[in-house]
C-alpha cells in the first residue's frame, strides 16, 4: 500500500480545505480508512474514520460538525473535508489504512500509514 496525502496549506481560521488520500495499490478498498494529526510537541490523536464501503463514519468530538470524511472506491480516494477550522486544528495529518473493514479511534488499528500533510491555521 502506498498513500498519498495532500491537500494541506495555510488558510485563515474559519477557512476550509479538504485533505486527499490516495491508495495508489488499490489495496484499501475493504478496509477502513482514518486520519489522524499530530501537532507540534503533541501525541498522535484520531481525527476520523471510515468504513470499507463509507457506511460507517466516526469522529472525535472536537471536530464533529466541522468536519466530514467520504471516499470514492473508484478513485481509491479518501477525503477530509474541513470547514470552519480553528487554530487548534493546525496540525500534520496522516491517513492510515485500517486493519479491518471497520476501524475505530486507536492508532494500533491502522496498519499502513501515509506521509503527512501540513494544515497551518492561521488566527
Known amino acids: 500500500v502506498q498513500l498519498q496525502a495532500c491537500g494541506g496549506g495555510v488558510v485563515q481560521a474559519g477557512g476550509s480545505l479538504r485533505l486527499s488520500c490516495a491508495d495508489s495499490?488499490?489495496?484499501?478498498?475493504?478496509?477502513?480508512v482514518g486520519w489522524f494529526r499530530q501537532a507540534p510537541g503533541k501525541e498522535r490523536e484520531f481525527v476520523a474514520a471510515?468504513?470499507?464501503?463509507?457506511?460507517?463514519?466516526h469522529y472525535t468530538d472536537s471536530v464533529k460538525g466541522r468536519f466530514t470524511i467520504s471516499r470514492d472506491s473508484a478513485k481509491n480516494t479518501v477525503y477530509l473535508q474541513m470547514n470552519s477550522l480553528k487554530f487548534e486544528d493546525t496540525a500534520v495529518y496522516y491517513c492510515a489504512v485500517g486493519l479491518r473493514s471497520v476501524a475505530g479511534s486507536q492508532s494500533s488499528g491502522y496498519r499502513y500509514w501515509g506521509q503527512g500533510t501540513q494544515v497551518t491555521v492561521s488566527s
Open positions: 471510515i468504513s470499507w464501503n463509507g457506511g460507517i463514519t
Open positions: 495499490r488499490r489495496t484499501s478498498s475493504n478496509n477502513a
